[in-house]
C-alpha cells in the first residue's frame, strides 16, 4: 500500500453483524478508508427475530439513528426484560428485568436491607422491588424521564425487531456514508506467504478483494478465523446450562418464547 493510498478494509459476510460493523467504519472512521462489504444473496443469514439486551440502543444513539424510524423500519417492539420459564421447576419461571432493583438506603445497599428483612418475614419477593418487572406484567412502559414522579427512576429497555430488516436499515446507512457492497460468494481466503495474514478474498467469477484489513462477519462457517488461520474454537459449553438456541422465520412466535414481547 502507498503512502497515499487509502487503507482498504474488507468486511467478510454482511447480516446484522456485517453490516453494523461497516456502518461504524463508516460513522467512526475520518477520511483515508475505504470499506468494503462482500455479501452473497445466494447465501441466506439466521435471519429470526433478534432479542438484545439495552446496550443496542447505546449503538444505535451513538450512530445518530432516529429511534422512532428504526422502530419502523425493522418492525420491532419494545422488551423490558426476559423471561425463562421452567427456570428451577417446569411451573416456575423467572424474569431477568433490566434496571436496577430496589433502592439504596445511603450507606446500605438494597439487598442487605432485603435479605435481612426477609429473614424476618417482612419483606415481599424480589420482582416486587423491579420497577420493570412491574411495568412489564402490567403491559406499560416509559420511555425517557418519568412523567409521573420524579423520584422514578429511568426504565431501561431494548428491542425485538427482524434481524433481517436490521440489516437492510444498517446497509442503507452504510452505502449512504461511502460503503462499498460487492456482491459474491468467497471461494478461497488467500494469506500472505510471508506472514500468514489475509492477503485477499478470492471470489466466484474469478474475481479478486484486496484489503489491509479484514473483518470476519460469516457467522458459523468462520471463513476466515477458523477457516483459514485456524486460530481454534474455545468450547465453553461445560458452563452453559444450554448449549443450543432454537431458530425459526416466524420470529413474533420465537420473542414471546425468549422474551417479553409487548406492543407499544
Avoid at 55 to 74: K, M, S, V
Avoid at 149 to 166: C, K, Q, S, V
Avoid at 207 to 227: M, S
Avoid at 245 to 262: E, K, N, S, T, V
Amino acid at each position: 500500500m502507498k503512502d497515499d493510498e487509502p487503507v482498504t478494509i474488507v468486511i467478510a459476510g454482511g447480516g446484522t453483524a456485517g453490516w453494523m460493523a461497516a456502518a461504524s467504519f463508516a460513522h467512526f472512521l475520518e477520511t483515508g478508508y475505504r470499506i468494503v462489504l462482500v455479501e452473497s444473496e445466494e447465501i441466506g443469514t439466521v435471519g429470526v427475530g433478534e432479542a438484545t439486551i439495552p446496550q443496542i440502543r447505546l449503538f444505535n444513539q451513538a450512530l445518530g439513528l432516529d429511534e422512532d424510524a428504526f422502530i419502523r423500519a425493522t418492525q420491532g417492539t419494545f422488551k423490558l426484560g426476559i423471561e425463562f420459564a421452567g427456570w428451577l421447576r417446569p411451573d416456575h419461571a423467572y424474569m431477568h428485568a433490566f434496571g436496577n432493583i430496589g433502592r439504596d438506603a445511603g450507606a446500605t445497599l438494597f439487598h442487605h436491607n432485603w435479605l435481612r428483612a426477609r429473614k424476618l418475614g417482612k419483606a415481599k419477593s424480589l420482582d416486587t422491588y423491579s420497577l420493570n418487572e412491574m411495568a412489564a406484567r402490567a403491559l406499560k412502559m416509559q420511555r425517557g424521564v418519568a412523567r409521573t414522579a420524579n423520584t422514578l427512576p429511568d426504565m431501561p429497555y431494548a428491542f425485538h425487531f427482524d434481524a433481517g430488516l436490521y440489516a437492510q436499515y444498517l446497509r442503507r446507512y452504510a452505502e449512504r456514508r461511502g460503503v462499498e457492497r460487492i456482491e459474491g460468494k468467497i471461494e478461497k481466503v488467500q494469506l500472505r506467504g510471508e506472514d500468514g495474514t489475509v492477503e485477499a478474498l478470492a471470489l466466484n467469477g474469478a474475481r479478486r478483494v484486496e484489503g489491509d484489513i479484514f473483518i470476519d462477519c460469516t457467522g458459523f462457517r468462520g471463513l476466515l478465523i477458523e477457516g483459514a488461520l485456524h486460530t481454534g474454537y474455545e468450547d465453553w459449553s461445560r458452563w452453559l446450562a444450554m448449549a443450543h438456541a432454537p431458530a425459526a422465520p416466524d420470529w413474533q412466535r420465537i420473542c414471546l418464547l425468549l422474551g417479553l414481547y409487548l406492543r407499544w
